[in-house]
């Protein structure tokens, strides 16, 4: 075991660790407990805000996977990773002030919260928590292989062993201290990744001789790795744009990334944490990315996409400096399923349970059943990523693509469009998920696009058409009030 | 409606406006300039110029443009209901 690598790591496994339990006491003192375990009782700062929304976005891909892929195509792939800089201020600009006022309003704390108030619909209320529990599990799996497999590479510990470490620094933190916790360790792991972001671009170009040097080299070696088109030219223009709608704009569909929405303190937050947030945003994929392609120089012939990153902190960094930087896509993994988990648990207490099935349940037996139910889903997660079926990987697949096309107009239009009714968000809802689906299996990448637009024309298209339609339902009270 | 509303939705389009322009730009460096044969590439620090002006320059200048839109454009609105239990709150705080 590298002991240089792996103190650093498990320093910062035991300070969230440490952290997770020091908020915990804050929630239980706290009043309104499911403001405060699910939303930190609407108090985010921009700063916190900024980092707990780039952490929750920079998932293990961002890290590991992408750099990755851009070891293997060259430039091209960065250029593809930079349509990520508008989610810095594109969500927080649409969803904007109005999505904040509105929740305050109706005191919503989950999405579906704001759902079920502006639609008034109980199938918009269980398609979209269906669609989130079923699609969220899948991803939440698939990050945790990814925890696991690391701290694995790092340790040399057994698989098992190493995704039992992970999930129960995980689960410790978020059972005890709810999104609170979520967010001052999101925080922490959002400077973790900058830090991180910053010192291995540095030590890579400094190892592969100066960026000229290392340029001229990628040029010799194959011209199309320093080409928009991708080394092997896979990379076309429409290709690469469509990708404004899957990692982009779409990403304004996402609950996990539309929840935090809710939860800025005042609109000055929300100003800051624009700029703070696009800014870091854009500095981590465009530094972890352009580190991939460097990395080809420096450490030629890695087979395995997902080895580039690990091997390259070993070569170019000093042992604990690299463990350092290693800590970063794992803070980004956790930091990612953590969110995920307390949507998905959120969904099933608030959004079917209080809603559909006990109404009238006590505060205290909400509290034991959050807490409950975040630890089951966490050890089901635990159990499925020690040997993922192959329904969750691929379920998983769909889960983001899927999420942006059922959700984003019902969200948006909602939000934005009096007219849109339930009976366009729910067909918007299956719509989206469905076509996703279907496209991915049997047509993807049409017209080469990528699956995620067409999907998210279509349930456009359902929206308008079957609102327009049944214009003579009743329409949701909050439009009658005046609220959208 | 809402006053608040309206400002909301103005800034709502100025973030979609923001997003296009920031396309553009992404699109006509990458494409105009790193469309032609790689030898015929300039370079700037090193970096193909495509690559610079779409990718490096693209981002500071996104969040320069960001940060000019927030500051000057983007109005403070309180998000409570009543004012006075938010000063209430404030005072608290």
Known sequence: ?484 | MDPRFKISNREALMGIGLAVLNFIWWYAFAYGLGGKPVREYHYIWGLPAWFFYSCVAGFFVFSILVYIMVKFFFKDVPFEDEPERQNLKEEQR
Request: aromatic share 10%; net charge positive; glycine share 10%.
């Open chain 1, 1 to 484: 075991m590298n002991w240089e690598v792996v103190i650093p790591l498990l320093a910062f496994l035991i300070g969230m660790f440490v952290v997770g339990i020091y908020t915990s006491r804050q929630v239980q003192s706290g009043s309104g407990f499911l403001q405060d375990y699910f939303l930190g009782g609407r108090h985010l700062g921009g700063f916190v805000l900024a980092l707990t929304m780039v952490a929750t976005y920079g998932s293990a891909s961002s890290f590991i996977g992408g750099p990755g892929i851009a070891y293997k195509l060259g430039l091209g792939w960065v250029l593809l990773a930079m349509a990520q800089l508008v989610t810095g201020y594109f969500t927080l600009a649409v969803l904007g002030k109005k999505f904040a006022i509105v929740a305050r309003k109706i005191d919503a704390v989950t999405l579906i919260d704001f759902l079920k108030a502006r639609y008034e619909n109980k199938w918009v209320v269980i398609f979209s928590a269906a669609s989130i529990s079923i699609f969220l599990f899948s991803a939440t799996a698939a990050q945790w292989v990814g925890g696991g497999r690391l701290i694995e590479s790092f340790t040399g510990v057994s698989y098992p062993v190493a995704l039992l470490i992970f999930s129960f620094s995980v689960l410790v933190y978020v059972i005890a201290g709810g999104f609170r916790a979520v967010v001052i360790t999101d925080t922490l792991m959002g400077i973790v990744m900058f830090i991180g972001t910053l010192v291995i671009l540095a030590g890579t170009i400094i190892a592969g001789g100066g960026v000229p040097h290392i340029i001229s080299t990628l040029a010799a070696e194959n011209p199309n790795l320093i080409s928009p088109y991708g080394a092997d030219k896979s990379l076309t223009p429409m290709y690469v744009s469509s990708f404004w709608l899957l990692v982009g704009v779409g990403v304004v569909g996402l609950p996990q990334i539309s929840v935090r929405a809710m939860s800025y303190r005042n609109s000055k937050a929300m100003h800051q944490a624009m700029i703070i947030g696009t800014f870091v945003v854009g500095f981590i994929m465009l530094g972890m990315h352009l580190t991939g392609v460097f990395a080809r120089v420096v450490i030629p012939g890695v087979d395995i996409g997902d080895k580039v990153m690990p091997m390259l902190a070993l070569k170019v960094l000093p042992g604990w400096l690299a463990g350092i930087v290693l800590a970063a896509p794992l803070a980004a993994v956790m930091s990612t399923v953590n969110a995920i988990l307390l949507i998905v648990s959120s969904s099933i207490v608030k959004d079917i349970f209080i809603n559909y099935i006990k109404p009238e349940a006590s505060q205290q037996s909400i509290k034991r059943l959050s807490f409950s139910v975040t630890a089951i889903i966490g050890i089901l997660v635990f159990i499925m990523a020690l040997n993922p079926p192959d329904l969750l990987i691929w379920l998983n697949l769909f889960s983001f693509g899927g999420l942006e096309a059922a959700f984003i107009w019902p969200v948006v239009l909602g939000l934005y469009w009096r007219r849109g009714n339930a009976a366009g968000a729910v067909g918007s809802i299956v719509t989206g998920v469905l076509s996703y689906i279907l496209l991915d299996t049997f047509a993807p990448n049409m017209w080469g696009m990528h699956t995620v637009v067409l999907p998210v024309v279509l349930s456009l298209a359902a929206y308008i058409l079957l609102s327009l339609v049944s214009k003579n339902s009743p329409q949701s009270s909050l439009v009658k009030q005046g609220i959208i």
